[in-house]
T-cell receptor, first 114, second 115 residues
Framework: DGGITQSPKYLFRKEGQNVTLSCEQN?????MYWYRQDPGQGLRLIYY???????QKGDIAEGYSVSREKKESFPLTVTSAQKNPTAFYLC?????????????FGPGTRLTVL | AQSVTQLDSQVPVFEEAPVELRCNYS??????LFWYVQYPNQGLQLLLK??????LVKGINGFEAEFNKSQTSFHLRKPSVHISDTAEYFC?????????????FGQGTRLTINP
């Protein structure tokens, strides 16, 4: 089955610690995205990548970092500089060559800072 | 920059009643519009999308939406809801920036179906 996997589903961290969220896709999509979801605010774009070894800041990139060393993988690191990291994080992928113009989403990771 | 406004943060409806979830967007160029559904603690699933052509778009689970360019709206409707439709619904508009497709989301509408 093709799709996007995110791990772990739930993640707890102490203040001051960095944590990395995993996102893997086997859809052969070039583009990948990270969104943050907070209650009542919809989804906000953190980072996106159109191709391997290239990525761009989204609307709320401060306190986050990413890498794109492989087409299938786009991990997100939440650093200690992120002031309010508790949120639901969603990864998505997209095929620019597809006429369907649809982003596919993973199941999400809920991060809680203790 | 484009923006999306979902006019209702919560919509309570009785089972088998009709429902409309409202979405307005701001854009001066051609748009692609989407409705996604999110069940608790899950990712987003595409309900339907408007890319071009007929302004009435049919999606999964009996939902449909109408693209109205003059009113810049893309309201989602279902003639008879079921308990299983309880979820959060997001309207989104697609914009292309430096060759990359980006989605701009509304704040979401929580649909609650009461028996």
């Amino acid at each position: 089955d093709g799709g996007i996997t995110q791990s772990p589903k739930y993640l707890f961290r102490k203040e001051g610690q960095n944590v990395t969220l995993s996102c893997e896709q086997n859809l052969n999509h070039d583009a990948m995205y990270w969104y943050r979801q907070d209650p009542g605010q919809g989804l906000r774009l953190i980072y996106y990548s159109q191709i391997v070894n290239d990525f761009q800041k989204g609307d709320i990139a401060e306190g986050y970092s990413v890498s794109r060393e492989k087409k299938e993988s786009f991990p997100l690191t939440v650093t200690s500089a992120q002031k309010n990291p508790t949120a639901f994080y969603l990864c998505a992928s997209f095929n620019p060559g597809s006429p369907y113009n649809e982003q596919f989403f993973g199941p999400g990771t809920r991060l809680t800072v203790l | 920059a484009q923006s999306v406004t979902q006019l209702d943060s919560q919509v309570p409806v009785f089972e088998e009643a009709p429902v409309e979830l409202r979405c307005n967007y701001s854009s001066s160029v051609s748009v692609y519009l989407f409705w996604y559904v999110q069940y608790p603690n899950q990712g987003l699933q595409l309900l339907l999308k408007y890319l071009s052509g007929s302004t009435l778009v049919k999606g999964i689970n009996g939902f449909e939406a109408e693209f109205n360019k003059s009113q810049t709206s893309f309201h989602l409707r279902k003639p008879s809801v079921h308990i299983s439709d309880t979820a959060e619904y997001f309207c989104a508009v697609s914009e292309v920036y430096k060759g990359a497709q980006k989605l701009v989301f509304g704040q979401g509408t929580r649909l609650t179906i009461n028996p």
